[in-house]
């Protein structure tokens, strides 16, 4: 009796973590405030900012990128990229890359804060783009954003932002750990497989909308239950068959444990 008892405690106590793991969630990164947007903007034609952007540029990114950013047999020209390519894929950490891959990964930032700014109004000067969005969610729709994230991003990085295979070995990110000011430039830039979404495509009110909308998705509102992470149905089929397996057992264990206790009763009255 005693090691049926513990078997079935181990097994609620599995099941207890296994819904634990499937709810952890991961925490957003840091995220550019508008005024760090702008400061860096006052330094794109700073000629001191852009030398030392260029001395920069030769020592990590000219055997890939070309002297003078026009691209060669192991990295694209940068002269099309301007200020918010550069920014983005710096920040991302998806530059500089250790070897070519079909899509850079997301990774920390390689280099501080102020070498990233001098290394963006390099290449921004080389593109003659200074253009940086600010990214500003308070000031979006939170319904225009659902709308035009559901009809224009979810095909992609899925209805929940948790990201979705594409084509060729490459994938849509998932965008609940992305900073706002990150996915308005990848709108802006339109990096790897993504299209670029330009103010004649997207004002900057409609790109506020959706970042404040992919906000919302980081913590939505539960109207009840448990998330579990709010990563698709299977999670959930597999938390309902891991819970209401060990409830099915339990409740076994249970009426057997009482026919068990009538079936001795019984047996000692009839002696």
């Known amino acids: 009796m005693s090691s049926r008892r513990s078997w079935a405690v181990g097994l609620l106590s599995a099941s207890v973590v296994a819904g634990v793991v499937l709810v952890l969630v991961g925490t957003a990164a840091g995220d ?10 006052d330094k794109l034609d700073d000629p001191e900012v852009i030398a030392q952007g260029r001395s920069l540029f030769e020592r990590a990114c000219v055997s890939c990128h070309g002297d003078g950013g026009q691209g060669s047999d192991f990295g694209p020209s940068l ?7 550069a920014d983005f894929m710096l920040r991302t950490g998806r530059m500089p890359l250790a070897s070519p891959v079909p899509q850079a990964p997301s990774k920390p930032q390689a280099f501080s804060d102020e ?32 709308e035009l994230f559901r009809a224009n991003c979810a095909p992609c990085h899925n209805a929940s932002a948790i990201g979705g295979a594409l084509s060729f070995g490459q994938h849509a990110p998932s965008l609940l750990e992305v900073p706002g000011q990150q996915i308005g430039e990848a709108m802006r830039f339109g990096p790897g497989e993504m299209p670029v979404f330009g103010e004649d495509v997207f004002s900057d009110h409609e790109m506020n909308s959706i970042v404040r909308y992919v906000d919302y998705l980081k913590d939505p509102d539960d109207p009840g239950g448990l998330s579990l992470g709010r990563i698709g149905p299977v999670t959930e089929g597999f938390a309902a068959w891991i819970i209401g397996m060990a409830a099915l057992l339990i409740g076994i264990r249970w009426v057997t444990a009482k026919l068990w206790q009538r079936r001795t009763e019984e047996t000692e009255v009839g002696v």
């Open 32 to 41: 550019q405030q508008p005024e760090d947007v702008r400061a860096l903007s």
């Open 79 to 85: 002269l099309s990229d301007g200020a918010t390519g």
């Open 115 to 146: 070498e990233t700014d001098a290394l963006v109004a390099y290449v921004a000067d080389l593109a003659e783009d200074r253009a940086l969005p600010v990214v500003e969610a308070a000031a979006g729709d939170l319904v225009l954003g659902g």
